[in-house]
């Protein structure tokens, strides 16, 4: 596989009163609205940990520190390409009264229980976002210790 088709990202699981965050975007390649996790790429010369809270802060308007982490997804999405997810865990105990996406890419903001989630009205982008709810769900917590800074 060419690296230009291999992409390190990370993704957020944001849950809050028993309901997890997802962001609404359409998807590129089918140009449908789904249902995502807040995500993306780790740019160039950008840690893991600062790549996932400038994905939350952009995607949702949230500025929130990570508890734990779920381990890594792979998934060789329809477009060929590979994406390796590192899946971050953001528990706060309270969120500000008001907070909206900084990027125009994302269409809206809701909240789902796992029960909730099956019945949604729009699809999941792909299995990494119900795959890491699971996990969640499953009491799975990385220590943040185990990703080594970098130097």
């Not at 995502?36 to 950008?46: I, K, L, M």
């Not at 990494?128 to 185990?146: F, K, M, T």
Request: charged content about 20%.
């Amino acid at each position: 596989m060419s690296r230009e088709l291999l992409h390190l990202t990370v993704a957020a699981i944001v849950c809050f009163e028993h309901k997890f965050l997802l962001v609404e975007e359409i998807d590129k390649l089918s140009g449908n609205r789904v249902l995502n996790q807040p995500a993306g790429h780790v740019e160039q010369d950008e840690d893991l940990l600062s790549a996932v809270k400038r994905e939350l802060f952009e995607e949702t308007g949230l500025m929130l520190e990570p508890s734990a982490w779920l381990g890594i997804s792979q998934l060789t999405a329809a477009n060929g390409h590979r994406y390796v997810r590192l899946n971050f865990v953001f528990e706060p105990d309270s969120l500000p009264a008001r907070y909206q996406p900084q990027d125009s890419d994302i269409l809206a903001l809701h909240w789902y229980s796992a029960t909730e989630l099956p019945q949604a009205l729009l699809p999941l982008r792909s299995r990494l976002v119900s795959d890491a709810i699971a996990l969640y769900c499953e009491g799975v917590r990385l220590p943040l210790s185990l990703i080594q800074p970098p130097r």
